[in-house]
């Protein structure tokens, strides 16, 4: 695990959900393995850790919005394992307990969460917003999101995926998948429905595919969506 600082607000343990504590044994540790990388006989390596397809990066941002962006980012730490993704997960406060207006994100190492990055600059992201009577289930979407992601667990269109960021508004929460450019509109759509399913979303809440460059350049407060599924 990365030794990277973070606030008290990130950092402090938070009670474990029912069935979590299991995770801390070997075994549910492997068990935990197979459900992350999709494979009932999960290899290890020289330390008897089970490693991810990519290392992530884990970052927060605080709620201050007296500081400037970058000063509000704080990057908690990097896991490339199953098991320092558990351990991070684990210690770290649940959404729905941040403060209004911070974020937790996880991108692929060396892709900054960010418009900018290079990595994303072509790219966009499925977005699925829900008022505050939904805020029950952020900390399950959150969980089975990253699930998807570190454990390449979308398929068709997975590939493109860089990072999902979770943000906790006063109004709406936002879930986000961020992905690379998907040249195929068909493969947009396809890891859309694929999102949705992995939340069990209804059918009547509808999901929606944001290209970065369209938010840069909008007049107005409103956005067009690229999909909607």
């Not at 704080?74 to 974020?103: I, N, R």
């Amino acid at each position: 695990m990365s030794d990277t600082a973070t606030s008290n607000e990130v950092v402090e343990e938070v009670p474990k959900q029912e069935g979590e504590e299991e995770i801390e044994n070997g075994e549910a540790a492997q068990e935990s393995s197979a459900q992350v990388n999709g494979d009932g006989d999960a290899a290890t390596n020289e330390q008897n850790l089970h490693p991810l397809e990519s290392a992530w990066d884990f970052w927060y941002l605080s709620s201050d919005k007296s500081k400037e962006w970058e000063e509000r980012m704080t990057k908690v730490m990097t896991f490339q394992t199953v098991e320092d993704f558990w351990a991070c997960y684990h210690h770290v406060t649940l959404p729905s307990k941040l403060s209004v207006g911070s974020d937790y994100m996880i991108f692929k190492a060396g892709i900054a969460p960010k418009w900018e990055d290079s990595k994303n600059e072509d790219g966009g992201k499925w977005v699925l917003e829900t008022d505050k009577k939904f805020r029950c289930n952020v900390d399950g979407s959150w969980l089975e999101t990253l699930l998807g992601c570190i454990g390449e667990g979308f398929e068709e269109g997975g590939e493109y995926i860089n990072g999902a960021v979770v943000q906790i508004r006063k109004r709406v929460d936002r879930l986000q998948l961020w992905t690379a450019e998907i040249p195929e509109p068909t493969v947009a759509v396809s890891l859309g429905r694929q999102f949705k399913r992995k939340l069990n979303i209804p059918d009547g809440l509808k999901v929606k595919y944001n290209v970065h460059k369209d938010a840069i350049t909008r007049k107005g407060s409103t956005l067009a969506a690229r999909h909607t599924v």
